[in-house]
T-cell receptor
Framework: AQSVTQPDIHITVSEGASLELRCNYSYGATPYLFWYVQSPGQGLQLLLKYFSGDTLVQGIKGFEAEFKRSQSSFNLRKPSVHWSDAAEYFCAVGAMEYGNKLVFGAGTILRVKS | ETGVTQSPTHLIKTRGQQVTLRCSSQSGHNTVSWYQQALGQGPQFIFQYYREEENGRGNFPPRFSGLQFPNYSSELNVNALELDDSALYLC????????????FGPGTRLTVL
């Protein structure tokens, strides 16, 4: 069965510090990988996606993620966090074989302290 | 270009009632997917509609049903509401069932009392 694990429910970082959010997946097909961000009361906004090719992908708002097939991981990083990055972050996996159905992790809530 | 819109924003129902949630897809998108996001959890796939036909379904009972209209807008219907149906319901549209990106609406918050 497909699954996505985000081990950290909450993470608190200081403004200006670096950030890494972890994501591990279990998927029977060649995965497409996504990171979404959700602010309170809002829908999901796509930060970045990986389909193939370069395993380091750049997204919006200065985020990047690295796909590591050997570790089944797709961790999200940002070198310097801004207070406006406080939100909930979701890792998701999909596959062409499953017709665009996304399987999401439980999310990581990011708090930024000044 | 108008994004994905959903109505209503919030809704309160009682157990046993029926509810209809609505979604307007982004211009040019023919595929709509619905997700349920319970409090503290990630979204879960309910089903997808493509060209007015159901095109895949998650692990949800038949009392969750949907429709897609010729203009590609969509409805999610839930019959015999249960307390556990309280959640944020998200609609996402895409250019095609296998498109590489889904665009999410702001969601409808359903509370079942």
């Amino acid at each position: 069965a497909q699954s996505v694990t985000q081990p950290d429910i909450h993470i608190t970082v200081s403004e200006g510090a670096s950030l890494e959010l972890r994501c591990n997946y279990s998927y029977g097909a060649t995965p497409y990988l996504f990171w979404y961000v959700q602010s309170p009361g809002q829908g999901l906004q796509l930060l970045l996606k990986y389909f193939s090719g370069d395993t380091l992908v750049q997204g919006i708002k200065g985020f990047e993620a690295e796909f590591k097939r050997s570790q089944s991981s797709f961790n999200l990083r940002k070198p310097s966090v801004h207070w406006s990055d406080a939100a909930e972050y979701f890792c998701a996996v999909g596959a062409m074989e499953y017709g665009n159905k996304l399987v999401f992790g439980a999310g990581t809530i990011l708090r930024v302290k000044s | 270009e108008t994004g994905v819109t959903q109505s209503p924003t919030h809704l309160i129902k009682t157990r046993g009632q029926q509810v209809t949630l609505r979604c307007s897809s982004q211009s040019g998108h023919n595929t709509v997917s619905w997700y349920q996001q319970a409090l503290g959890q990630g979204p879960q796939f309910i089903f997808q509609y493509y060209r007015e036909e159901e095109n895949g379904r998650g692990n949800f009972p038949p009392r969750f049903s949907g429709l897609q209209f010729p203009n590609y807008s969509s409805e999610l219907n839930v019959n015999a509401l249960e307390l556990d149906d309280s959640a944020l319901y998200l609609c996402a549209s895409s250019l095609a069932p296998t498109a590489d990106e889904q665009f999410f609406g702001p969601g409808t918050r359903l509370t079942v009392l």
